[in-house]
T-cell receptor, first 114, second 114 residues
């Protein structure tokens, strides 16, 4: 069964600190993995998209890593800001279907305190 | 338009009533998806439209759910005889087409069935 598991479920950190969010998946075959940020009451916004051959990708203070062998990804947030408080969702796409089905994790709820 | 537009943003309906949710994708995007996000749950795939191809309806939870996409642009998700378990945020996303990995989400419609 294709699944995407994220940890931790929730996380509280102080402003300025770093944190790392984890994503494990069993989706096969694998096409790409995305990290989305979803603010309360808004739709998800893409942070990074990684393919099989990519190990790391950065977008400002966000750095995503991918280990396709162990089927694990992480999202590292550096020097957190209050505006980073949101849900971070890991999404994996398969290539078995021509329609590119997306599989979603339940997200990590990050809260940044001043 | 500049983004994916969904309406209404909020909808409260009585159990047993029918509701229609609307999605205006980004102009030129041939692929359109509907997802559902229940409280505390991850995003759940509902239906996928790609150009003039037959839609992938495999995610629709029951025959009370249906969706149309007119003229390859605007889509309407219809829920008949709503039940309380239908209460969720319904998100629409569009992308330029097959094999293109850039998805843009709308802000969603929050449906509450009372």
């Amino acid at each position: 069964k294709n699944q995407v598991e994220q940890s931790p479920q929730s996380l509280i950190i102080l402003e300025g600190k770093n944190c790392t969010l984890q994503c494990n998946y069993t989706v096969s075959p694998f096409s790409n993995l995305r990290w989305y940020k979803q603010d309360t009451g808004r739709g998800p916004v893409s942070l990074t998209i990684m393919t099989f051959s990519e190990n790391t990708k950065s977008n400002g203070r966000y750095t995503a890593t991918l280990d396709a062998d162990t089927k694990q990804s992480s999202l590292h947030i550096t020097a957190s800001q209050l505006s980073d408080s949101a849900s971070y969702i890991c999404v994996v796409s398969d290539r078995g279907s021509t329609l590119g089905r997306l599989y979603f994790g339940r997200g990590t709820q990050l809260t940044v305190w001043p | 338009g500049a983004g994916v537009s969904q309406s209404p943003s909020n909808k409260v309906t009585e159990k047993g009533k029918d509701v229609e949710l609307r999605c205006d994708p980004i102009s030129g995007h041939t692929a359109l998806y509907w997802y559902r996000q229940s409280l505390g749950q991850g995003l759940e795939f509902l239906i996928y439209f790609q150009g003039n191809s037959a839609p992938d309806k495999s995610g629709l939870p029951s025959d009370r759910f249906s969706a149309e996409r007119t003229g390859g642009s605007v889509s309407t998700l219809t829920i008949q005889r709503t039940q309380q378990e239908d209460s969720a945020v319904y998100l629409c996303a569009s992308s330029p087409g097959q094999g293109i990995w850039s998805y843009t989400f709308g802000s969603g419609t929050r449906l509450t069935v009372v």
